[in-house]
């Protein structure tokens, strides 16, 4: 058996895949997750695919009482960091949440790895924090800004995890900044269960061709890009899973510490808003109708990853297609049309 790894966040959309990658990597795997946008059907549905049960706790990180009984009883080798409130929207309607949450939330964190002496995070970072890049593809060396709530709570977290790590140079901190996460695990068991309307692309059109939504908006239709429609570098959630696996391998190989090391999770490749409803269309036998709208505020043309870093150091890359992506997410959609919520 391999070193134990705390999962914050674990019941999630990102979570959940990988805890099972971590479990097939043979990793000992304890989950914690207050479950604000999650079901214990989630943890159900993992246990099941892995063939034994997950160990769940039910938690806040900023509980720190909660989290201390959990360091005492665990020796952990590190820790995973997905636990965070994620809507954009919502960040700008509620900051004081969102800061209170994901950044708050992050700081008893580390300090209760600090108290328990366990110095290795991968955390959940965002290709947000590059904000309007200058050039394209993005690496991790580009210039940060955010123009939300959201996005400053990722970008300061990135900060204080460089703060820390100048101050004690025994911490490994590798903020992953993923870029678009979509579709679902092959077996169609787990996959993105918004609470609410989606607020991200995918899950917008699967509801669309699973006729719960009526019609897409795509919003842009004059961007400088091949079809008028914003370019994103989605990327397959399991492929993004193995990232996580090859991040803690990785720190496990190491004979020094790295400090504070970003790391891309793309695949390199921009795809238009269009050509991904096209795609989704084609796979899933649906029509998808759509309608132009206004560009959005703080939306950009086009972002996409270098991921030459994660290449080379992380030795990993993305492997699934467009179409992969799009075929797991529709079976996830088709099988499950109210999510885990069991009517
Ligand atoms: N999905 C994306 O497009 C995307 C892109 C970039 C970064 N991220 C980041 O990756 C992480 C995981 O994203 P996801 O898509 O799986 O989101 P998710 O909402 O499905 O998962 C986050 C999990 O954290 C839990 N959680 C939230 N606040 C908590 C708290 N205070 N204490 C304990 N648990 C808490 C939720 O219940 C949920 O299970 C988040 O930090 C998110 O910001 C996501």
Request: glycine share 8%; hydrophobic share 40%.
């Amino acid at each position: 058996m391999k070193n134990k790894i705390l999962v914050t966040g674990g019941a999630g959309y990102i979570g959940t895949h990988t805890c099972i990658a971590l479990h097939e990597a043979g990793y000992e795997i304890v989950v914690y997750d207050n479950l604000s946008n999650s079901s214990r059907e989630a943890i159900n549905r993992v246990s099941t695919l892995i063939g034994q049960p997950i160990e769940f706790i039910e938690g806040d990180i900023r509980d720190a009482e909660s989290l201390k009984q959990v360091f005492l009883s665990h020796h952990f080798f590190g820790v995973i960091h997905f636990a965070g409130l994620k809507a954009v929207g919502e960040s700008v309607a509620k900051p004081l949440m969102y800061y209170n949450n994901n950044v708050s939330g992050t700081i008893t964190l580390l300090e209760i790895m600090a108290k328990f002496n366990v110095k290795n995070l991968v955390f959940s970072s965002s290709a947000t924090v590059y904000g309007d890049p200058e050039s394209l593809p993005i690496d991790e060396n580009s210039p940060r800004s955010c123009t939300n709530p959201y996005g400053q709570s990722k970008l300061t977290v990135e900060h204080i995890l460089e703060d820390l790590a100048v101050s004690d140079d025994s911490w490994n901190l590798i903020p992953l900044r993923y870029f678009n996460p979509v579709g679902a695990h092959p077996s169609g068991q787990i996959g993105e269960d918004p609470n609410d309307i989606p607020n991200n692309l995918m899950p917008y059109i699967s509801q669309v061709a699973v006729g719960k939504l009526a019609k897409l908006n795509i919003f842009g239709n004059d961007y400088q890009t091949i079809d008028g429609t914003g370019v994103r570098d989605f990327i397959h959630v399991t492929d993004l899973a193995q990232g996580h696996v090859a991040a803690l391998n990785y720190l496990e190989r190491q004979v020094a510490p790295v400090g504070f090391l970003p790391i891309n999770l793309g695949t390199g490749k921009g795809t238009s808003v269009l050509e991904l409803v096209t795609a989704f269309s084609k796979v899933s036998g649906q029509p998808i109708p759509y309608q132009f709208a206004d560009r959005r505020a703080g939306d950009i043309a086009s972002c996409y990853a270098s991921a030459d870093k994660a290449k080379n150091l992380l030795e990993w890359q993305a492997k699934l297609s467009i179409t992969e992506m799009c075929q797991d997410s529709w079976r996830w959609q088709s099988m499950n049309p109210n999510g885990y919520t069991v009517t």
